[in-house]
């Protein structure tokens, strides 16, 4: 399914648990200024921003799972479906499929500003990649390197954008309501409890952390979310680069999806495949993934950004470990 967050330190970080039953080959992918972004109906970009991330390539087309341009502007596709709506074309606006959404985006807009500015005139298109991969209902969560957070879904009722003052998008339900089920939960706190119950009463505080009973540990949506944004507004780091990203990935490794503990059928289970950290001001990435809790990173500073050429490369799956005589 999915989580997505948003950190701030002395530099924003972006990022998100990818939570699927099956991968699809998804690779490190480093797309530079000049590789031509071909699109279905709207103006094709032959230059634009450098983008970093996590892709599918298809027939030589980087299908984004997230990614961050050189400008500090990230973003993450997340499952919606079921609530997810695509249109056919509409005259006067700017017909993008899903599948382009992030290059589109990410290749033009330098921040959330300059992003709600290009989706004030969109459009999601119906359409495939090709028959193989046909389109996917995805919301997506988008950040800055100010911090600033939205949430955009496009739905029956139209194409919504939402400021995220959380930084947090998981799946289902759509954002708003998501948003609202925080109201359960605002009596959590970190500190230990008070007696509001019955003051008269003696009742001991017997153990540490019972200001936060009550918040949820099951792999729903709605639970993901809330635990995700106790986590995260809660966490506290050092604002040095390895201290904030190990923090980010403690966030996130929080609501991991463990492979066995969400059956799908069929012998399919959803699990944590990989997760992944940007730091928003610098361009550096991270990842681990599910059987390598070593964190690998790359970084568009140490790429030619002018190159006509996709660099991709897969992810390392295999367990590293530092064995000590």
Not at 39 to 46: A, K, P
Not at 117 to 133: D, G, I, P, V, Y
Not at 309 to 324: D, G, K, M, S, V
């Amino acid at each position: 399914m999915c989580t997505a967050a948003t950190y701030v330190t002395k530099n924003a970080y972006f990022g998100r648990n990818f939570d699927y039953d099956i991968s699809y080959n998804e690779e490190v992918t480093i797309i530079p200024r000049n590789f031509p972004f071909e699109f279905r109906e709207v103006n094709n970009l032959d230059t634009h921003y450098a983008i970093i991330g996590i892709a599918c390539v298809s027939e030589n087309y980087p299908l984004l799972y997230d990614g961050v341009n050189e400008k500090g502007l990230g973003g993450a596709g997340l499952n919606f479906s079921g609530n997810a709506v695509y249109n056919d074309h509409i005259d006067g606006k700017d017909n993008v499929a899903q599948f382009e959404f992030l290059n589109w985006i990410l290749g033009q807009c330098a921040n959330i500003d300059e992003a709600k500015t290009l989706l004030a005139k969109m459009n999601f298109r119906n359409l495939n990649f090709s028959e193989q991969l046909p389109a996917t209902g995805l919301h997506w969560i988008f950040a800055d390197a100010t911090g600033a957070a939205i949430t955009v879904e496009s739905m029956a009722n139209g194409l919504n954008v939402y400021d995220n003052p959380v930084g947090i998008l998981t799946n289902n339900p759509p954002f708003d309501k998501m948003l609202l089920q925080l109201s359960n939960y605002q009596h959590l706190s970190a500190k230990a409890p008070v007696n509001n119950l019955a003051p008269n009463l003696n009742l001991p505080v017997y153990s540490r952390g019972m200001g936060a009973i009550g918040l949820p540990g099951d792999l729903s949506s709605e639970s993901r979310f809330a635990k995700a944004a106790f986590t995260k507004l809660n966490s506290l780091s050092e604002s040095d680069e390895i201290s904030s990203v190990n923090q980010f990935f403690h966030i996130l490794h929080s609501v991991d999806q463990q492979h066995g503990c969400c059956d799908l059928g069929d012998g399919h289970y959803e699990f944590t495949i990989y997760t992944d950290c940007y730091d928003l001001g610098t361009g550096s990435f991270y990842y681990t993934t599910y059987k390598n809790h070593q964190i690998t990173s790359y970084s568009l500073a140490n790429t030619d950004l002018d190159s006509t050429e996709l660099f991709h490369t897969p992810i390392i799956n295999a367990e590293q470990i530092n064995y000590q005589n």
